[in-house]
């Protein structure tokens, strides 16, 4: 669960614990480590979930708690997942930056959107249907997709 003013603050600028992690994660692209992670992303299917191992642990060492990696990576549409991917080898193979941000979409499903004029940095927006929302008394929010709602299960802005 996240609090109201968290909630709105990510809705204000499109930042979130994980576009942070994300972007952190993205940036760190020098080193044999990092030539490695590279590498491992030109591979089609690499974000697929679970996430492999090597990626998995460049994210959380980009401070992100596992339970948002299984959240916010890991229950992402592996065919958005595949666009994501090819996007990040672009801006990579061209040493451009990369811009993560998430929203909400009035749509029924997960969306991505990539923002790619070719010149500038690469921005990859997640886009949450606005139906998960979920309000409490106590001011938190969450985002709770059909398929977890049953289970009573729950996902923090992250």
Known sequence: MSSLKTFIAALRTGETRTTKALDRAVSRR???????????LHKRGALK?????????????????ERFVQR???EWPDAQKEQIRRALVSAISESRPVRFAWGL????RHSTEIDDAR??????TALTPRSFLRAHSDGSVDVVPPKAADHKKATTVG
């Open 30 to 40: 020098r080193g044999a480590n990092a030539a490695h992670l590279i590498a491992l």
């Open 105 to 108: 979409t009035p749509a029924p």
């Open 72 to 74: 916010c990576i890991d």
């Open 119 to 124: 010149r500038g940095a690469v921005t990859i």
């Open 49 to 65: 979930a679970p996430l492999q191992p090597e990626l998995r642990k460049a994210v959380r060492d980009a401070e992100l708690p």
